[in-house]
Structures are given as structure tokens and as C-alpha cells.
């Protein structure tokens, strides 16, 4: 090629680039590519009040008190699939059953990726003596998991999928509690 053919495809090249920037910047940003944990901060306390007080009241596990709060998260933004599986798990912890499946199923409606949503949904089947739904979504936590790979190493993140962990720990321990399995 010659040398004023090679400038003129490289003013073209450099044009052609241009111009995708252009009309990238004119059409607007497309959808995010990245892919973050359902986990909060663990540095800091939520700027929604009531739901930083259902989260604390899950670490003192006052059940009454977290569900009072997630309740009030739930009243002004009843998208919030994170508060609905704190919902189940308060209501589950209560004894709750029937309540509590439905908050994890509005969870799980709102977004199906909700990995917490999950393994509580899985721990409460357990309760209820429905072993296989649960192994189904351990199954489908695992799936999940492999979906979104992603794993922080932040200072108080953890690595890896931990709600598969908890759910196949919880199995585990159901199966030798029921004589599915021998004990270790």
C-alpha cells in the first residue's frame, strides 16, 4: 500500500472511531455490564433508617423489632427485594411458615437473582420437611452462583458464594438429623 493510501485509511480509521463515540454519546450510556454482590456495605449504616434498624435487629436477632422495620421499608419502597427476604427470614424465625414463603416469594419476584432470598427459602423448606424443594434450590443457588462469579476480598466482604455454603451446611445437617445420611 501506498504511503498516501495507508494516511487515508488511517484518517478514515481515526474517523470511523469518531464518529462511534459520537453517536455512542448521543444515544447515551447503554446498560451496566457489572455485576455486584446483593450484599451491603459492611462499613456502613444504610441511609434508609428503618432498614439500617432491621439490619441491626437482625444481628441481636429481635425478630419483633426487625420485622417492624423491614414492614416500614417494604410501606414506602415495596420493590425492595432485600427487605422482603429479611421479611421471610424474621417471620420464619417467628414460626411463621406461610408468611414468611410469601415475603420470599415476593423476594424472588422481584428479583430472581436474589442469592439471600434463596438459601433462606431453601432453610425454611427444611423446616417445613420439604427436603427435595430445598435440594431444588440449592440447585438453584448453585446455578446462581456459577452465574455471577464475582467474590470480594474487602475488608469485611466475603469471598465466594457463602449462601450456597450456608444451605448445603443446613442440608447436610437435615439429612444426618433424618437418617438420610450417616453422621460424619
Given amino acids: 500500500m501506498r ?4 494516511r487515508l485509511t ?3 480509521a481515526v474517523a470511523l472511531i469518531t464518529l462511534s463515540g459520537l453517536a455512542s454519546a448521543a444515544i447515551g ?7 455486584f454482590s446483593n450484599e451491603s456495605s459492611p462499613r456502613e449504616r444504610s441511609s434508609d433508617s428503618d432498614y439500617a434498624d432491621g439490619v441491626e435487629a437482625f444481628e441481636k436477632e429481635d425478630w419483633p ?3 417492624e422495620s423491614m414492614r416500614k421499608v ?3 419502597r415495596p420493590h425492595h427485594d432485600n427487605a422482603w427476604a429479611h421479611i421471610g427470614f424474621a417471620l420464619r424465625r417467628m414460626g411463621r411458615y406461610d408468611e414468611a414463603l410469601e415475603a420470599y ?8 437473582h436474589n442469592r439471600r432470598a434463596m438459601e433462606y427459602l431453601g432453610e425454611a423448606y427444611l423446616g417445613l420437611d420439604r427436603y427435595e424443594e430445598a435440594k431444588v434450590m440449592l440447585d438453584r443457588l448453585a446455578d446462581e452462583c456459577r452465574r455471577v462469579r464475582v467474590s470480594f476480598s474487602n475488608k469485611g466482604f466475603t469471598d465466594g458464594c457463602e449462601e450456597f455454603v450456608e444451605l448445603r451446611r443446613a442440608i447436610d445437617k437435615y439429612e444426618v438429623m433424618k437418617g438420610l445420611r450417616p453422621r460424619d
Avoid: I
Fill in 3 to 6: 504511503p498516501s493510501a495507508r
Fill in 65 to 67: 423489632a426487625m420485622l
Fill in 74 to 76: 417494604v410501606d414506602r
Fill in 10 to 12: 488511517a484518517r478514515l
Fill in 29 to 35: 450510556p447503554g446498560p451496566a455490564h457489572a455485576v
Fill in 105 to 112: 416469594d415476593r423476594s424472588l419476584s422481584l428479583n430472581p
